[in-house]
């Protein structure tokens, strides 16, 4: 059973950066044709998928960040991690690390979600 | 990019009643890129079902997926009380997007 846990500062200060990390445990994040992704939802909206990386060393992000967004994979942790810059109010959400099962165009496993709040 | 707009916002139901979720994309795309997914408060998403029609490890058969083109449909037969939740469509066509989401409420 896969199972994947968020990590990382609750509170952020405006123009501040940022950073999360998952850990993935059950499951090598390197093996199989997986992709690890990050998808937010701000209190009482939608879901807003941030970005994706290949532990090969493939990533993509959503048009809209995409300049604001880094991930990175650690294999040796087991463990993948977010970076978005010069945060606003606007970034407030819950933050979730999930399995992309890319080649079935799905999102399987769910962390719990982190919330993070962007505030001085 | 391919924009999900979900109807109705909010559906109103009862225990035993069947449900049916529309999901509509701005242009057409292939089945086998589009899911449904459960939310209920608190908890992150699951999902429910992938390529429109194909059922998640797990969830019972009262759920089903369907549509083609750019109109999907997710139909809950015989609703229970865990099945109020909110439900989104996704597409992974182009970036992946979600839908807004439907509120199932209980009557």
């Known amino acids: 059973q896969v199972q994947l846990q968020e990590s990382g500062p609750g509170l952020v200060k405006p123009s501040q950066t940022l950073s999360l990390t998952c850990t993935v445990s059950?499951?090598?994040?390197?093996?199989?044709?997986?992709?690890w992704s990050w998808i937010r939802q701000p209190a009482g909206k939608g879901l807003e998928w941030l970005g994706r990386?290949?532990?090969?060393?493939?990533?993509n992000y959503n048009p809209s960040l995409k300049s604001r967004v880094t991930l990175s994979a650690d294999t040796s942790k087991n463990q993948i991690s977010l970076q978005l810059t010069s945060v606003t109010a606007a970034d407030t959400a819950i933050y979730y690390c999930?399995?992309?099962?890319?080649?079935?165009?799905?999102?399987?496993?769910w962390g719990q979600g982190i919330l993070v709040t962007v505030s001085s | 990019e391919i924009v999900l707009t979900q109807s109705p916002g909010t559906l109103s139901l009862s225990p035993g009643e069947r449900a049916t979720l529309s999901c509509r994309g701005s242009?057409?795309?292939?089945?086998?890129?589009l899911a449904w997914y459960q939310q209920k408060p608190g908890q992150a998403p699951r999902l429910l079902i992938s390529?429109?029609?194909t059922r998640a490890t797990g969830i019972p058969d009262r759920f089903t997926g369907s549509g083609s083109g750019t109109e999907f449909t997710l139909t809950i037969d015989r609703l229970e009380p865990e099945d109020f939740a909110v439900y989104y469509c996704?597409?992974?066509?182009?970036?992946?997007?979600f839908g807004q989401g439907t509120r199932l409420e209980i009557k």
């Open positions: 999930v399995r992309d099962v890319t080649f079935g165009y799905f999102f399987d496993y």
């Open positions: 059950g499951a090598p994040i390197s093996r199989g044709s997986y992709y």
């Open positions: 990386i290949y532990t090969g060393g493939t990533t």
């Open positions: 242009q057409s795309f292939s089945s086998s890129y």
């Open positions: 390529g429109a029609s």
């Open positions: 996704q597409q992974y066509a182009t970036s992946p997007r």
